[in-house]
């Protein structure tokens, strides 16, 4: 399993990827500080989990999911978990599939929980 995680607050970069590697021992969990650094991620490699903050310098959450679902991007079909702690990004979100809201604050069980629901992430 591929995890990219996407934060461009370093905090929040380390503790995901802490609490994933706990969930999926196996996985190999790449991680970019902004938009930009994940889009170069997205172009080279295909993962089967991507969470990504929605506010964030130089490409926001919504310009990476453009990007991503994108007919030619490797990752059209990830499952994407968008991090937020903002209620109006739910909204936002209805127009792409296999995306998700994470609401922030999160902890393990919170990303757990979300993991379980959606077997491609398992």
């Not at 903050?53 to 926001?60: E, I, R």
């Not at 959450?61 to 937020?84: A, C, D």
């Not at 990004?89 to 995306?99: G, H, T």
Request: glycine share 4%.
């Amino acid at each position: 399993m591929k995890i990219l995680i996407i934060d461009d607050n370093p905090d929040i970069l380390e503790i995901l990827s802490t609490q994933l590697a706990s969930l999926y021992p196996r996985a190999q969990i790449y991680k970019a500080q902004d938009g930009m650094e994940g889009m170069v991620h997205c172009r080279s490699e295909k993962f089967d989990l991507i969470c990504t903050d929605w506010h964030m310098p130089h490409v926001d959450g919504e310009k990476l999911l453009i990007t991503l679902r994108h007919q030619s991007s490797p990752n059209l079909t990830s499952t994407v978990f968008v991090m937020s702690g903002d209620d109006q990004v739910e909204s936002a979100l209805k127009k792409f599939q296999n995306v998700f809201s994470l609401g922030k604050p999160f902890d393990l069980e919170k990303v757990a929980a979300m993991c379980k629901r959606f077997p491609k992430a398992a």
